[in-house]
């Protein structure tokens, strides 16, 4: 492999699969549709939340939950290694952005992460737009621990919402000289452009994934299968090319 300097890196939940989380879409090319029973317009979006906001706080309250039950994998910890090793110097970078909005990263030990759709351990106050760290429910409407009142919602990126730090994942990519896509169907923008941004800017693109994405054909490298497998294999290589 070819020495890099400066990596950003894309998880989706093909990252967690293995750690016993759900993934959003059957196949790589199924469009969103149920997701745990729930129609993804009821569920994740501000309108949805507007017409049923208990419907929406359970549903959450009840992924919350079930994430602290889950343990990170080895793609996650391979990642995490990735981050520990990797040089914290002027002429290296590394950016792990994820689509997750569990843990895993963060407690299999990575750093360097960034949560473009937002965290289900935090909470959101819409009246002060304070987050706090909530681990707990919020289905009976607890106060906002900075203002009171109780406006709490989660700190998920819902569809029709911009995604997070949208400057700073192009300020990324634009320094970058390898991106590397795991376990994302590339079916939620813009998240599934970045490797198009990566490509017009030059960048070498790699995709680890169970099946092609549906831009797969964007990548230069594609490498199929568990991302617990694939993740430590990749790492392995390029800490030995550094
Ligand atoms: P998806 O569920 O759309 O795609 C998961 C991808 O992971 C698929 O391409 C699978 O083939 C792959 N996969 C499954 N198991 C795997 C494994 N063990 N190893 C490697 N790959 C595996 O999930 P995302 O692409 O992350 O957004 O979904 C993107 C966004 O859609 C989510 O962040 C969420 C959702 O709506 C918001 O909530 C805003």
């Known amino acids: 492999m070819a020495q890099v300097r400066n990596i950003v890196i894309l998880t989706g939940a093909g ?3 293995e750690s016993g989380i759900d993934t959003f879409r059957a196949g790589a090319n199924g469009g969103p549709s149920l997701w745990e029973q729930h129609r993804v317009d009821d569920v994740a979006t501000p309108e949805g939340f507007a017409r049923d906001p208990d419907l929406v706080l359970r549903f959450y309250d ?17 990642l995490a290694r990735l981050d520990a090793e990797w040089p914290k110097d002027a002429n290296h970078e590394l950016l792990i952005v994820t689509q997750n909005v569990d843990d895993l990263h963060e407690r299999a030990g990575a750093k360097r992460v960034l949560h473009m759709h937002g965290e289900h351990l935090n909470a959101w106050c819409t009246a002060c737009d304070a ?34 730090e949208m400057d700073r994942i192009y300020e ?29 800017l030059g960048i070498a693109t790699l995709e680890l994934n169970l099946e092609r994405s549906q831009g797969s054909a964007w990548f230069g490298e594609t490498r199929l299968g568990p991302a617990s497998v694939l993740v430590p294999a990749w790492v392995d290589e390029v800490l030995a090319a550094l």
Request: net charge positive.
């Open 62 to 78: 009840m992924r919350r939950a079930a994430i602290q039950t889950k343990a990170p994998n080895a793609a996650h910890e391979a």
């Open 172 to 200: 990324a990519l634009r320094g970058a000289d390898l991106f590397v896509s795991i376990g994302t169907s590339g079916a939620v923008y813009p998240a599934a452009g970045l490797v198009r941004n990566a490509r017009d």
């Open 131 to 164: 987050r706090s760290r909530w681990t707990g429910p919020l289905i009976e409407r607890p106060p906002c621990p900075r203002c009171g009142e109780r406006a709490l919602r989660p700190d998920v990126v819902w569809f029709g919402e911009m995604p997070y």
């Open 15 to 17: 990252v967690s699969a």
